[in-house]
């Protein structure tokens, strides 16, 4: 088994992607259910983790800038790390993402170990 990295991008700038206090409140179930599901199978490792949308970036020379960017439009929202046998299985559990009905989209990554 394999551990991916599931990183949940919100999308700043679109209508769509800023759903009101009672589609968030709809959305908290199938996300919960979503995650269930998930440890449920134990394919869970690190349970979901929701970020601040404020985020520094260091840069070269050791300048540091305030983000979220203004010329950027998405921003993380949220990362898990799973268990899977590989992409494919990996990318499965992602579509199951209910905040992906907001135009979010999930990032799939498999971790490398490194010697």
Excluded at 7 to 28: F, G
Excluded at 33 to 57: M, T
Excluded at 77 to 89: C, H, K, S, V, W
Aim: with cysteine; aromatic share 6%; proline share 6%.
């Amino acid at each position: 088994m394999n551990e991916f990295l599931l990183v949940i991008h919100r999308d700043l700038t679109s209508v769509d992607a800023k759903p009101s206090p009672e589609q968030m409140q709809a959305a908290i179930k199938p996300f919960q259910d979503w995650i269930g599901g998930i440890a449920a199978q134990n394919k869970l490792v690190a349970p979901p983790k929701r970020w601040d949308s404020d985020g520094r970036v260091v840069k070269e020379n050791n300048t540091v800038i305030n983000g979220p960017y203004a010329e950027i439009k998405e921003s993380i929202g949220g990362m898990l790390i799973i268990r899977a046998n590989d992409y494919d299985e990996a990318v499965e559990i992602a579509k199951g993402c209910p905040i992906l009905q907001w135009g979010a989209k999930v990032e799939v990554r498999m971790a490398v170990v490194t010697a």
